[in-house]
């Protein structure tokens, strides 16, 4: 394989096609199911996947079986299959992942951003959606028709590309059940939905943790009324949910509690997570928008200048984002906004709860532990209840082949002059237990674009472009690694 000629390829093929693609993505509000209830009568998915369908029958890949796939009252995806080349039988097979659902608008882009505006500006393509992970597809069937025209043999090659992934994808299952026989014996699934440590090497992510995800209700009254009268004999709302929080992390340090939530970290995972802290040093940290932070201040004089982070340790860091719990408030209801708010002590108080949880924690086990923690023995005999949206384990991956970690080196150095770098991620991709439990002999390359500064889920989402096509090099080198 000529790395130098599939460069070139690839690069022109991003750079006159693909990078137009996504910006005219990028304009599709095409959100996932739990965000857009209405996802159906919109059109949206139905659009996105009829384009990149489209697309990929018009490639000229030899062998290309290409479909969409639609069970009823699910969302659609994607299906392909291209056979092996050269001396490559059929009987191993590189499983693509991706999927072309998004996430909700969210608030806070820059003036002149938005999420459904597709800006290039300084190599990045801002907009919602095409980091995570639009660019799936199409980096997947580039890689399989560049190195199909450079002559390079490779391995059977399928994909499945979903579109309720951002919701936890609970089709996936259905589809899985359908489509795995037709995939074969599946030697790697080469996932494209996660992140890079820095856009300076290849990054691979060896686990994820998991999510309990869920909705508290606190109930005091059945309507308002004047605080005056009522306040210091009717117990505030408020207070009653912040003591039930308190039962499950450490308001002064953040520590979650409960040992149910907690898991050993192994020891690959911190030898990983020690590599990884002095490849990428403060970066761990600095990668925020902290407020008021301009990162020139030395550590010591930081609590003077902007907000802190738990600890500028970079090994900390890591492990404290990608293998302990953490509890976040990720919104709210029955507050008033601050220019109505009168003198009145509301009903209620709702609480919209994360709670990410380490690798090898039980999802539903957890969530279980949580709705105990949240709703018995409650002050005041307040009414609580937690609507649990969710309980999604996380996912630790199984030990790294050798000719992975070869292949994955080999490419790194080749197209970045840099050893791969592996380490966990702290989001949760549900899909990746089920490809697991689905394929549970397979080596897992998973890989993505989400790096510093790229804020998928948030405003001024970015693709790092020339980090992609980088990207899209060194997977095609991997994969023509795959042992036959």
């Known amino acids: 394989m000529n790395l130098s000629d599939l460069k070139a390829l690839t690069d022109a093929r991003w750079d006159h096609d693909l990078v137009p693609r996504l910006v005219d993505y990028v304009k599709v509000p095409a959100k996932s199911p739990g965000f857009d209830a209405s996802w159906a009568a919109h059109g949206y998915l139905q659009s996105v996947v009829k384009e990149a369908y489209a697309w990929g ?91 199909d025209a450079q002559g390079t043999p490779r391995p059977r090659c399928a994909g499945i590309i979903e579109t309720c992934e951002e919701s936890g994808s609970p089709d996936l299952p259905a589809y899985l059940d359908l489509l795995a026989p037709r995939f074969g014996d599946v030697a790697l699934v080469a996932g494209l939905d996660s992140g890079c440590g820095n856009y300076e090497q290849l990054w691979v992510t060896t686990s994820l943790r998991g999510l309990v995800g869920g909705t508290m209700t606190v109930e005091v009254l059945t309507e308002g009324v004047h605080s005056g009268k009522a306040s210091g004999l009717v117990p505030s709302s408020m207070r009653i949910a912040r003591q039930l929080l308190n039962r499950i992390d450490d308001p002064a340090s953040g520590r979650v509690l409960d040992p149910a939530f907690h898991a050993e970290i192994p020891a690959e995972r911190l030898e990983q997570a020690r590599m990884a802290g002095t490849i990428l040093g403060d970066q761990v940290w600095k990668e925020f928008p902290w407020v008021g932070c301009n990162h020139g201040p030395a550590v010591d004089d930081l609590a003077h200048t902007h907000a802190m982070p738990t600890t500028t340790d970079p090994v900390e860091g890591i492990l404290a984002r990608t293998w302990r719990p953490a509890l976040s408030v990720t919104g709210a209801s029955g507050f008033p906004s601050v220019d109505s708010a009168g003198n009145v002590l509301r009903p209620k108080t709702t609480f919209k709860l994360s709670l990410r949880i380490p690798p090898t924690v039980d999802g539903e086990r ?42 994955a080196d080999a490419a790194s150095r080749a197209v970045y002059g840099k050893d791969a770098a592996w380490m966990g991620e702290g989001g949760t991709i549900p899909f990746m237990n089920m490809l697991g439990e689905k394929f549970p002999r397979a080596q897992f390359l998973i890989t993505g674009v989400l790096g510093p500064h790229s804020n998928a889920h948030g405003p001024n989402e970015f693709l790092h472009i020339p980090y992609v096509k980088q990207l899209t090099v060194a997977v095609a080198s991997i994969i023509t690694a795959v042992p036959g």
């Open 366 to 407: 957890a969530t279980a532990t949580m709705r105990k923690l949240l709703t018995e023995n409650v002050p005041y005999n307040a009414k609580v209840s937690f609507d649990a949206d969710w309980g999604a384990t996380g996912w630790n991956a199984p030990e790294t082949a050798p000719w992975l970690r070869r292949a």
């Open 57 to 147: 029958a018009a490639q000229k890949i030899g062998g290309l079986e290409l479909e969409i796939v639609a069970l009823d009252g699910k969302t659609p995806c994607i299906y392909f299959d291209v056979p092996a080349t050269g001396p490559f039988g059929n009987a191993k097979t590189v499983l693509f992942y991706g999927h072309l659902d998004k996430q909700p608008e969210m608030v806070g882009w820059r003036e002149d951003l938005g999420p459904w505006k597709p800006v290039i500006e300084d190599g990045k393509l801002y907009g919602r959606g095409a980091a995570d992970d639009g660019y799936a597809i199409y980096a997947a069937l580039t890689i399989i028709g560049a190195l």
